[in-house]
């Protein structure tokens, strides 16, 4: 059968023809010796001869459909190499065959689903359409059929086979892999969860994949597994191990999987979890970009408006105030992301306290950059109560004072400082008394935390007297004290971490002067060392692809 001879190709398709019309022999019974020559054929030189080898695989597959007993697992075998042909004719002929297949042969065939899939999912991206169209159909019927470990069905093979399509060049074939794991995850959670570490990695890397549906297909993978808690665990470990390797993959994805999975989990979870992996986070600068474009993405994204409403009720609500708190551990590694938080929560006087104790080193140009963005998001719709609330300045004391201490920081000329003095000159005059402009005066809580001054009587949120002289650091269960510690405490390590950066950098420069000065003839690139390079330097997370 394997001869290239056309004229004995010609005379071995004529007698197996004849042999076929004799109704005394059953030819199907030899049908697994010779179909892989008959495929062969379909991609011959001759025109007549690929003529002669399509008639005698039509009428072969016609007999198929009506004989009650057929060895299809020899065949299946044939079929999956001959549906990865380069001839196009020959890819169509097998997957016709394995389409008929798969909706005759039942359980004979549970042996070759991996088989079979592996070569459905090429297919379902091939170039022509009518290869395409029978592919998706084949995969549809191999997906509807309900099949057990026990009858065969190999899980491992079939995930592998989905795992290895993960890489595969073409959209399609990607997110229909996909859908597998899916259908076994579905199916088959026990067996696939004991080859999880087989597929995680491939996982994550599809987190990196140029099509939104696929990486959206990804999440709801990920969502799936991560129903139970140690894979939860598992899975937001992994995926900040990601984001600090690739830092593209958080400007570029980081909005779009976090807001992802906030929806497919619970999102105060993903949140609580996320802050305290980056509480302990040792590499500074990715804490800080983290925990920027967390906060950007907890200020700005629709699904996330119940968290924003929670936090709102940080004062007088014990799960909002768990939340704040959870929060504000990590949220420390970024001063604009606790004065964010601290605004959103309503906390309005720790807001002001933390921005008077920001020092010389805090304000730095990212600090503005990163200041310049949450102005303007106070004049979106998600702040208007906010705004509302300048309409009382004799209630929001500690908001006005808050504000008012932002403007201070920004440079004049900045867009950011007029548009939110223009804010602050809507806000009505209001006729102080002297007993609320002597308490607004003293009520600094940072002087009086790091002097340990004892006061008569603590200032709570907004300006209003709290009569109850021994709870003056708490509020709520808020003990602001101990959070302005924990802030000034991080900020610390961020400026030593800036400084020993810092005289790395002069040290390698000086190193290195010899060779600039015999190069300042030449192309000469200016070199700024007011600030040390870090990871931080790059994109913002302000650039995220809301």
């Known amino acids: 059968m394997n001869v290239l001879n056309p004229y004995v190709r010609q005379f071995l398709v004529g007698w197996i023809t004849v042999l076929d019309s004799v109704p005394d022999i059953d030819m199907l019974g030899f049908l697994p010796d010779f179909l892989d020559g008959l495929f062969n ?51 169509l002929t097998a997957i016709t065959w394995i389409n008929e297949f798969v909706k005759l042969g039942g359980e004979q065939l549970v042996p070759y689903y991996a088989d079979i899939l592996g070569a459905i999912l090429p297919c379902i991206s091939d170039k022509e359409e009518k290869i395409r169209v029978v592919a998706r159909e084949t995969n549809e019927e191999l997906r509807a059929i309900k099949a057990d470990p026990a009858d065969g069905f190999d899980v491992a093979a079939i995930l592998s086979i989905a795992r290895r399509q993960l890489s595969s060049e073409w959209e399609a074939t990607r997110i229909e892999a996909l859908h597998w794991i899916s259908t ?64 593209s993959l958080l400007e570029k994805r980081g909005a779009l999987i976090i807001r992802r999975l906030c929806v497919l989990l619970d999102a105060e979870r993903i949140y609580r979890e996320l802050s305290t992996i980056l509480e302990g ?128 920081l920004l440079p ?21 008394s002297g007993d609320q ?41 808020i003990n602001f004290t101990s959070r302005l510690h924990q802030f000034v405490q991080m900020q610390r390590q961020h400026r030593m971490h800036a400084k020993v950066q810092a005289q790395s950098h002069n040290s390698s420069t000086s190193s290195s002067k010899d060779v600039q000065r015999s190069e300042e003839s030449g192309h000469q690139l200016p070199l700024d060392n ?13 650039q995220l692809q809301l």
């Open 41 to 91: 054929m379909l991609s011959d030189s001759s025109h007549e001869i690929r003529q002669q080898a399509d008639s005698a695989l039509s009428e072969f597959l016609q007999e198929i459909k009506n004989s009650p007993s057929v060895d299809y697992g020899r065949m299946a075998e044939i079929l999956v190499q001959r549906a990865a042909s380069l001839d196009e004719f020959t890819r």
């Open 184 to 247: 076994l995850l579905n199916g088959h959670r026990i067996e696939v969860l004991s080859f999880l570490n087989d597929i995680f990695d491939t996982l994550l890397k599809a987190l990196s994949d140029p099509s939104d549906e696929v990486v959206l297909l990804v999440l709801e993978v990920h969502a799936c597994i991560a129903k139970d808690p140690q894979h939860f665990r598992q899975l937001v470990v992994f995926l900040v191990h990601n984001f600090r390797n690739d830092h």
């Open 281 to 408: 986070e040792a590499d500074l600068d990715f804490a800080s970009i983290m925990v920027q474009a967390l906060n950007l993405i907890l200020l700005t994204s629709s699904e996330l408006s119940e968290l924003r409403d929670l936090l709102k009720q940080s004062l007088v609500n014990s799960a909002g105030k768990d939340l704040f708190v959870s929060l504000y551990a990590s949220w420390c590694h970024s001063p604009m992301a606790i004065i964010s938080l601290c605004l959103l929560a309503q906390t309005y006087q720790h807001a002001s306290t933390v921005i008077q104790s920001l020092v010389e080193e805090d304000i730095n140009v990212k600090f503005l950059v990163q200041l310049d963005k949450l102005i303007r998001l106070l004049e979106t719709p998600i702040f208007a109560y906010l705004r509302l609330q300048l309409l009382e300045p004799g209630r929001y004391t500690w908001l006005l004072k808050a504000l008012n201490g932002l403007l201070m």
């Open 412 to 432: 004049q000329q900045s867009a950011a400082f007029k548009m939110l003095r223009t804010r602050l000159k809507t806000v009505p005059s209001y006729s102080f």
């Open 437 to 477: 402009v002597k308490r607004t005066s003293l009520g600094n809580p940072y002087s009086q935390i790091l002097h340990h001054i004892p006061c008569g009587s603590h200032i709570s949120e907004d300006g209003d007297v709290n009569q109850d002289v021994g709870a003056s650091n708490l509020h709520n269960g």
């Open 530 to 542: 007011s600030e040390p390079p870090s990871r931080s330097s790059r994109k913002g997370p302000g």
